[in-house]
């Protein structure tokens, strides 16, 4: 790991942002470790989340593995792309389904992040958790999944505070994304305006830069990613 010019994490490495981001940073000779259901054969370590272990022991296991999989080493950055989507007001027969889901696929794994970080981020370090511009108001036609996000929004917020339990300088970000430029959603949305979608090698040299100290926003900051005729924007919110 000495020869690694740094040391990211990358929760939800497996999925296609995350994938990409395990890409980005191994051009970039970077050590990275990918933590989802799936291993991601780029990466340099996999720990794998067990879907069927409660939040609780999904946190023990990865934190146990990763305790021997840095052996003693403090990482650059932890990076949460982890998350999924599912629909549906109050009405909806999945109305409390879809809000547990939801409710495992972005807060467990961004609390569980946090954990990580406290545990294993150098002074400095960058957090990242995935946002969600909707969830910034009200989301009727989705409930679960807003209600997940702006939990992630107010973990940012937290996580940027004092005494939140980072080491100290550290970054804490969440980026919302709009529509990415991945192949499920050209896949379900093969005649959508591509020139509003961020690519994923956009998002994750954001992350590189933001992970090496550079260009980086406030701390606490909710990111919003606004891509137009192919060029992407930050806007802070």
Known sequence: ??????????????GALGAA?????????????????????????????QVEDDWIQQESKVLSQLNSALAGDKVDAVICVAGGWAGGNAASK?????????????????????????????EGGLVSLPGAKPALGPTPGMIGYGMAKAAVHQLTKS?????SGLPPNSLSVAILPVTL????????????????????????????RWSKGEDRPP????????TKNNVTDLVFV
């Open 1 to 14: 790991m000495s020869s690694s010019l740094g040391r990211v994490l990358i929760y939800g490495g497996k």
């Open 21 to 49: 981001c395990v890409k980005h940073f191994k051009t970039q000779n970077w050590w990275v470790g990918c933590i989802d259901m799936k291993e991601n054969e780029q990466a340099d370590a996999n720990i794998v989340v």
């Open 94 to 122: 999945e109305f409390v389904k879809n809000s547990d889901l939801m409710w495992k696929q972005s807060v467990w794994s961004s609390v569980i992040a946090a954990s990580i970080a406290s545990n294993y981020l150098k």
């Open 159 to 163: 996580l940027a505070g004092e005494n």
């Open 181 to 208: 430029d991945t192949p499920m959603n050209r896949k379900w949305m093969p005649d959508a305006d591509k020139s509003t979608w961020t690519p994923l090698e956009f998002v994750a040299d954001l992350f590189y």
């Open 219 to 226: 701390n606490g900051s909710l990111v919003h990613l606004v």
